[in-house]
């Protein structure tokens, strides 16, 4: 009777194992999951728009309009990569337009007035962005002034600098080299330009630095939970000054990349378009969450060529530029919506 019974006892268990419910994918597997599909999403929804709308504009899909749209993103990507960074560890930087524009017009008036060759010129920009994020991320982490406020202050401080150092004047010309660095191709049998190839570098970079090193998993760590990650011994203050320090530096070379791209800058360079609000927009578009923890560098590219292609189709449709930041804000906000929403739910 006793092996019978166990028999039937072991039948029973594998019957009550088949009926359990399934464990829900662990939490790593699940957000890369949900990372890839956004990426697809975006990918599929980028085509969509360039299809769409050149079946009624035949000029859209042109390879001027096309290169257009592609180097256009090239600068905001930059500016949302070092967004995405802060965005990680639970923060918000408003001061990457201004620091993209005083980099813009430091380096521009520079060249413009004594030749400042390309190589100095990318020194002075690393060291502005270095600078002005540094003192933001003092601010944030040293001093506990929130994110939000400390950067809307160095907003209108940047600015003002911006207007201090020009006195008004414009850039609008620069050497040769600075044009081939922002319109020139890598090679003529290999038509990719350069800001591509600058582009492609940096995203490599800090995509190997978020996934791969110890100071990308302390960014997630902060940004998930900032008393869990103090305790767990992660230099919190250290790794959000550093953080704030790259958005800076790849803030002054996205103003770089413009002022080479354009072959000029005036005092409203950035700011003028509200570039801080565009790279939040994509970095949330791309798959960041405004609550921290969760950060794609590819989603963010993705994002950034979506906005670009958005924002052309909106021009070749004729939609009256006072509706673009209207559209800007709405994407924000269904974007934060939707991860609320999924918060809410369950997902991840």
Same mark, same amino acid.
């Given at each position: 009777?006793?092996?019978?019974?166990?028999?039937?006892?072991?039948?029973? =268990?594998?019957?009550?194992?088949?009926?359990?419910?399934?464990?829900?994918?662990? =939490?790593?597997?699940?957000?890369?999951?949900?990372?890839?599909? =956004?990426?697809?999403?975006?990918?599929v929804a980028t085509l969509a728009t360039?299809?769409?709308?050149?079946?009624?504009?035949?000029?859209?899909?042109?390879?001027?309009?096309?290169?257009?749209?592609?180097l256009n993103s090239v600068v905001l990507s930059l500016l949302a990569l070092g967004q995405t960074l802060v965005i990680a560890t639970r923060g918000i930087d408003l001061s990457v337009a201004p620091i993209l524009g005083l980099t813009a017009v430091v380096t521009g008036l520079l060249a413009q007035s004594s030749g400042l060759p390309l190589a100095g010129a990318f020194a002075i920009a690393l060291l502005i962005g270095l600078v002005l994020g540094t003192i933001n991320g003092f601010l944030v982490a040293r001093l506990a002034i929130p994110p939000i406020i400390t950067t809307l202050g160095t907003y209108s401080l940047y600015s003002g600098l911006m207007f201090v150092y020009s006195n008004g004047t414009q850039v609008d010309s620069v050497p040769h080299a600075y044009s081939?660095?922002?319109?020139?191709?890598?090679?003529?049998y290999l038509p990719i330009p350069f800001p591509v190839v600058v582009l492609?570098?940096?995203?490599?970079?800090?995509?190997?630095?978020?996934?791969?090193?110890?100071?990308?998993?302390a960014l997630l760590a902060i940004g998930n939970n900032n008393a869990a990650a103090y305790n767990a011994g992660i230099g919190v203050t250290s790794t959000q000054v550093r953080a704030y320090?790259?958005?800076?530096?790849?803030?002054?070379?996205?103003?770089?990349?413009?002022l080479c791209y354009t072959g000029s800058a005036t005092v409203t360079t950035g700011t003028g378009d509200h570039m801080e609000l565009q790279s939040i927009a994509v970095a949330l578009i791309g798959g960041t969450a405004i609550a921290g923890g969760r950060a794609s560098m590819i989603g963010t590219v993705l994002g950034s060529l979506f906005l670009s292609v958005v924002l052309t189709a909106l021009v070749f449709v004729h939609v009256p530029p006072i509706w673009y930041s209207a559209g800007e804000g709405l994407m924000i906000l269904v974007t934060v919506a939707s991860g609320r929403r999924k918060q809410a739910m369950g997902g991840i």
């Amino acid at each position: 009777m006793k092996p019978a019974s166990l028999q039937g006892g072991l039948q029973r =268990r594998a019957a009550d194992d088949r009926a359990a419910p399934r464990p829900k994918p662990s =939490r790593p597997l699940a957000s890369g999951r949900r990372r890839e599909r =956004r990426e697809i999403t975006l990918v599929v929804a980028t085509l969509a728009t360039i299809l769409i709308v050149s079946l009624f504009r035949h000029n859209f899909m042109s390879v001027q309009n096309l290169r257009f749209m592609l180097l256009n993103s090239v600068v905001l990507s930059l500016l949302a990569l070092g967004q995405t960074l802060v965005i990680a560890t639970r923060g918000i930087d408003l001061s990457v337009a201004p620091i993209l524009g005083l980099t813009a017009v430091v380096t521009g008036l520079l060249a413009q007035s004594s030749g400042l060759p390309l190589a100095g010129a990318f020194a002075i920009a690393l060291l502005i962005g270095l600078v002005l994020g540094t003192i933001n991320g003092f601010l944030v982490a040293r001093l506990a002034i929130p994110p939000i406020i400390t950067t809307l202050g160095t907003y209108s401080l940047y600015s003002g600098l911006m207007f201090v150092y020009s006195n008004g004047t414009q850039v609008d010309s620069v050497p040769h080299a600075y044009s081939v660095l922002g319109n020139g191709l890598v090679a003529p049998y290999l038509p990719i330009p350069f800001p591509v190839v600058v582009l492609g570098v940096v995203l490599l970079l800090t995509w190997f630095m978020l996934g791969h090193t110890r100071f990308g998993r302390a960014l997630l760590a902060i940004g998930n939970n900032n008393a869990a990650a103090y305790n767990a011994g992660i230099g919190v203050t250290s790794t959000q000054v550093r953080a704030y320090a790259l958005s800076g530096v790849l803030a002054a070379l996205a103003g770089l990349m413009f002022l080479c791209y354009t072959g000029s800058a005036t005092v409203t360079t950035g700011t003028g378009d509200h570039m801080e609000l565009q790279s939040i927009a994509v970095a949330l578009i791309g798959g960041t969450a405004i609550a921290g923890g969760r950060a794609s560098m590819i989603g963010t590219v993705l994002g950034s060529l979506f906005l670009s292609v958005v924002l052309t189709a909106l021009v070749f449709v004729h939609v009256p530029p006072i509706w673009y930041s209207a559209g800007e804000g709405l994407m924000i906000l269904v974007t934060v919506a939707s991860g609320r929403r999924k918060q809410a739910m369950g997902g991840i």
